[in-house]
């Protein structure tokens, strides 16, 4: 299966193709990066993956996205895209938690032991949840949750290892670690599980509340 991955959770925007290779296995046949934290180029970088695959759009298959949490905005652009993708050509969708994928980066970049995912929420608040690695697998110990920054740093004592895209700006002895359009590709070749467009939804754990507009005022004549 031809599996276009988008991931815009992050500082770093990616996007990766991956498609079966000769000997049956599956590998990354091109991926493009945009670093700065805006997704203004998304059909470049997919352009220039597709390019590097060799490949069409109407070859695509299916499209993974990363829901995040992350940079809202950067979100939305990948889901707008694979939605509107689907409407177009009836591929495939699936959408992936960016929190595994950084989880699944640590165990790339050799990380054993306790991790603690780390990304920013805003608001002086942080979203983390922590994994166990062992024999270069993630394991889930404790769900993704919000924190503030004193809960943040008790968790991150001791023998745990903080990662995430900007995780160094609060915790020193962290490591940078992104969000990766290409361990996402990985991880969607192994799906057997799609979805509707309509049904992907950005990770975002606080309650959404807003606040009621007064009455028009009457004016006088």
Known sequence: ?????????SPQR???????????????LGEAFEAGGKTSEPFRMIEEALAQ???KREEVECIAVGLG????????????????WQLARSIKLCG????RLIAAGAA?????????VV????RQEFYLALYDIAAGLP??????????????????????????????RWLAHGRIIMPRASILAKMAAAQARFVAGEHLEPVYLRETTFVKAPPPRIIPD
């Open 1 to 9: 299966m031809k599996i276009l991955a988008l991931e815009f959770s």
């Open 139 to 168: 394991r889930e110990i404790t769900p993704l949750k919000l924190v503030n920054r004193a809960e943040l740093e008790v968790a991150c004592t001791g023998a745990v290892t903080p990662v995430g895209p900007e995780v160094t």
């Open 53 to 55: 695959a060799g490949l």
């Open 14 to 28: 990616g996007v990766a193709v991956r498609g079966p290779a000769a000997a049956g296995a599956a590998e990354v």
């Open 119 to 122: 990304i920013d929420a805003q």
């Open 108 to 116: 790339a970049e050799g990380l054993a032991g306790t991790v603690a």
């Open 96 to 99: 992936m938690d960016s929190v």
């Open 69 to 84: 949490p992350g940079s809202y905005n950067g979100i939305r652009v990948g889901i707008a895209i694979a939605q509107g």
